[in-house]
């Protein structure tokens, strides 16, 4: 929770009274606390900053959620990777100038919900439902999963719902250093705590509030000592003069801190974003390069870089990642066909399910 | 309020602190007027012991153009507040057609400058404006309404949306006027795109407009603009366009060159994904007869050994920086 900066709590009057809610308070105490009747009261509330996003980042609304697993919408003419949401927490309190959480929530305030009966009622019936293969499942669609845990913990209360419930991944992925909590439980088989990565430089420009690299990389690496499997997400790779040689010192990085064997995954995905995030952001980040990139706007509206250069920053992390005999850990986040065709050609991976291209974990 | 006819010489047209409205006269209005005069009554207000307009500027300056002495006018009470006036001059026209951003902005700051409250503006107005009811916002139209008549207008007649505004916002005023000046003629799209491309060329460069204008690309082009000839603009655009799009300009040029080289029959056509998402080559003949497609196909097939197709393909199926 360092550097978490909460100017005010709202508390739902649903869950006023909730044995939760009350910790959370205790947690939180000193700020400035009201009981509202919805989150419109806080949105509206939000809405009047000339920072709406800035501002949504600092007001903490603790409500229940009417539910809270759903399939991962990917991107339409994307291959999608199978992956499953929980909205456990919204919004984030890093403010990262790609994330297209400013574009989506609308004055939506970091909120948590305490209703986790429900959503464990919610998991038992998922369970249930779909008793073969293999399900990812994360809470880092639309909120950082550990950035509020050493508040919530709500890492421990998941991994005890998925342990002893082989075929059913659960993925925390978080930008933050790793919560004391995760280390007071005895860690899970299917449980993969994962690090989005990118060069220093560009947590330092682009991904405010976030740990530093080594402070992630660190955090990867006690989790493996403590028995975790972990996983990383080079998303989104962004393209600048010098970003090979940064993005070559950070897989090298992640090898001299980590044992291939433990690393579950590594998802590549590179700059993508909607064009209503483009105001915004050049708005809210004036300093940043990272939107003067030559992009093409995607048969699904989204800007992207062209083909070509996607091609080029995936196959060159491709090879680094096969220097470390790693390459076969490696997926593509929300590409089309045609670049996970040539991917897996260029890796020489004779990859049978693309959709869920791990079958040694099968 | 009160009916009766006022003298066009009675009011003080110089005070336009309820205008926000900002479309002129045309001539349908004034055949009208000319025809049958000003049947429905404009609004007043007396402020300083002068008749002010609340409402009804087109009808009063097309009397003036048909030369009518009087109209019929509504006047509301003098001593009802400015805030309260604007408020019946915004709600008479709201209800007629949709304002442009300009006439938005004009109105957001007639309201501001008389004492709303800014939650209020943000909670009640914007929404009605179909603007999102947010503090930024409410600051990006306060200022716009400042940019001045002649930016107003162009924003009024090409009707932008905010996003191109405020990309406008983000040079500097003599950079705006320069602007203002190579795109005023232009369509909705071309102001809008130049204005985006002179944005993304200035933060990549560093350069300011002065110098990005006098650049051999582009220095012809935007001088012939300038001068009013609007044939320009499109290749300005494609100017813009290739600077910053430098990968997929260079790859479109060399497929393009490859194409020409090939010196495909006449009937058949190439065509390929112009942003590159596709690795294919879209292959079209045209045929009126079994006897042209046998020739079309035969003549096609005569040049597949040609090296230009497999450096077609090549350049299709490029990765590189
Ligand atoms: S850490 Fe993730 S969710 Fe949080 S601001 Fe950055 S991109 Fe958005």
Known sequence: MAGLRIKKVWVDRKVEKDGLTRKLLDGLAGRPVEIVDSVEAVRRFIRQHSDPVGESKQHLFITAQPSFIRPCPCTPGCLGCGYWTIDLDLNCPFDCSYCILQDYLDGQPLTVAVNREQLGSELEEFFKQRPSGITRIGTGELADSLALDELTENSVFLIERFRDRPGFWLELKSKAGLPPALLRVSPADNVVLSWSLNPQAVIASEEKGTAGLEERLRAASRAVGHGYRVGFHFDPILHYPGWHQDYERVVEAIFRLVPVEAIAWVSLGSLRFPPGLLPLARRRFPQSRIYEHEFIRSAEGKYRYPRPLRQWLYRQLAEMFAGFGAEDRLYLCMETVEVWREFYGKIKRGRQNLAFPFPWQC | ?321
Not at chain 2, 218 to 237: M, Q, V
Request: glycine share 6%; net charge negative; proline share 4%.
């Open chain 2, 1 to 321: 309020m009160v009916y009766r006819l006022i003298k066009l010489s009675d009011l003080n047209l110089e005070d336009r602190r309820f205008r926000f409205t900002l479309n002129p006269v045309d001539q349908r209005l004034l055949r009208s007027v000319g025809a049958i005069g000003v049947l429905q009554p404009v609004i007043i207000t007396a402020r300083q012991d002068r008749q002010v307009l609340v409402d009804g500027w087109r009808r009063v300056e097309a009397a003036r153009s048909c030369g009518l002495e009087e109209l019929p006018a509504l006047e509301i009470a003098e001593n009802i507040g400015d805030l309260a006036v604007l408020l019946v001059a915004f709600f008479e026209n709201y209800a007629k057609r949709p304002f442009s951003l300009a006439e938005k902005s004009l109105a957001i700051r007639k309201f501001y400058d008389f004492r709303l409250g800014a939650d209020e503006i943000i909670e009640r107005f914007l929404p009605l404006l179909e603007l999102p009811p947010e503090g930024r916002m409410l600051e990006l139209m306060l200022e716009v309404s400042l940019l001045g008549e002649r930016f107003l207008e162009v924003i009024h007649r090409r009707d932008w949306k905010p996003v191109t505004v405020e990309l406008l916002l983000g040079f500097p005023e003599a950079e705006r006027a320069w602007l203002l000046s190579l795109i005023e003629k232009l369509t909705r799209n071309q102001q809008r795109e130049i204005i985006e491309n002179f944005y993304l060329l200035k933060r990549k460069t560093g350069k300011c407009l002065e110098d990005l204008a006098r650049e051999e690309k582009l220095a012809g082009l935007t001088g012939r603009l300038l001068k009013g000839e609007i044939s320009a603009a499109d290749r300005l655009l494609a100017a813009l366009r290739e600077e910053n799009s430098p990968l997929l300009s260079g790859l479109h040029r060399a497929i393009e060159a490859e194409v020409r080289t090939l010196g495909l029959p006449p009937k058949v056509r190439l065509d390929y994904d112009r942003a590159l998402e596709e690795t294919i080559l879209r292959i079209s003949l045209e045929a009126g007869e079994v006897t042209d497609l046998k020739e079309a196909l035969q003549s096609l097939s005569e040049t597949l050994e040609k090296k230009e197709w497999r450096r077609l393909f090549q350049l299709l199926h490029y990765e590189g920086e």
